[in-house]
């Protein structure tokens, strides 16, 4: 058995443990959750837990953060990213996981970047996401209520499964960065994967520090015929 397989192997298991836990030992439905759903979606925090609040929009932070990678890694995949990416903000780590294990390695990007490659590949877009997951973090942790958290984390699947899933996504971003290291051909390609490895801040330090992608050789020769007729 190969590393490959044992790695897609292991996605799938993990998925089916997650979901398994979550629906079958997780604690169960308060009455409450699609009211507190509701509010926080639509901005009606008053009265809930920060940390909660914060827990929550970080969930709607870490798909635009697998977007980065995503989007790229899936121009050389047969599956599309964009389903996966897309679910992501509603069932985070279910729809990552299956994206993890169905990929294949893809150290080389293929094609031109379009305006929504440039964008995820940007330091700047990299830079607005650890912005906004630093203030999210500090709120959360600042003005918290920690013991109210952990009564509800023991009560409450929607916070329950919610709080395993942040910490999922905060492990699994690794698992993407080795060939995303490889389709920008830099040196610092052990910097970087020492970097990644930290949990969410990882993540957000990466890619506000990885180089561009490179352009390849039509992308070069488009440029060189604009300058020229310029």
């Known amino acids: 058995m190969n590393n490959q397989l044992i790695r897609k192997l292991?996605?799938?298991?993990?998925?089916?443990?997650?979901?398994?836990?979550?629906?079958?030992?997780?604690?169960?439905n308060q009455p409450d959750t699609f009211t507190l759903i509701k509010n926080m979606s639509l901005?009606?925090?008053?009265?809930?837990?920060p940390a909660i609040v914060a827990l929550f929009y970080l969930m709607g932070v870490f798909p635009a953060i697998y977007a980065c990678i995503l989007f790229i890694d899936g121009r050389g995949q047969k599956i599309w990213a964009w389903i996966f990416i897309l679910f992501s903000f509603g069932v985070g780590a279910f729809a990552i996981l299956p994206y993890l294990a169905l990929r294949e390695n893809n150290p080389k990007f293929p094609g031109n970047k379009d305006w929504l490659i440039k964008l995820q590949d940007s330091r700047w877009y990299g830079i607005f996401l650890a912005i906004a997951t630093i203030t999210l973090l500090a709120?959360?942790?600042?003005?918290?209520?920690?013991t109210d958290f952990v009564q509800q984390w023991?009560?409450?699947?929607?916070?329950?499964?919610?709080?395993l899933d942040f910490c999922l996504l905060s492990l699994l971003f690794p698992a993407l960065v080795g060939d995303d290291i490889k389709r920008r051909e830099t040196e610092n390609n052990l910097f970087l994967s020492i970097v990644a490895i930290a949990p969410l801040l990882g993540?957000?330090?990466?890619?506000?520090l990885r180089p561009s992608l490179p352009k390849n050789?039509?992308?070069?020769?488009?440029?060189?015929?604009v300058s020229l007729t310029n």
């Open 217 to 225: 050789n039509t992308q070069v020769a488009e440029d060189s015929q």
């Open 43 to 49: 901005g009606n925090l008053a009265g809930i837990n």
């Open 203 to 208: 993540a957000i330090t990466y890619l506000s």
């Open 154 to 163: 023991q009560t409450s699947r929607f916070i329950h499964v919610m709080s």
């Open 139 to 146: 709120f959360g942790i600042i003005k918290g209520d920690w």
């Open 10 to 28: 292991g996605f799938w298991l993990l998925w089916v443990g997650f979901l398994g836990y979550a629906f079958f030992l997780a604690p169960p």
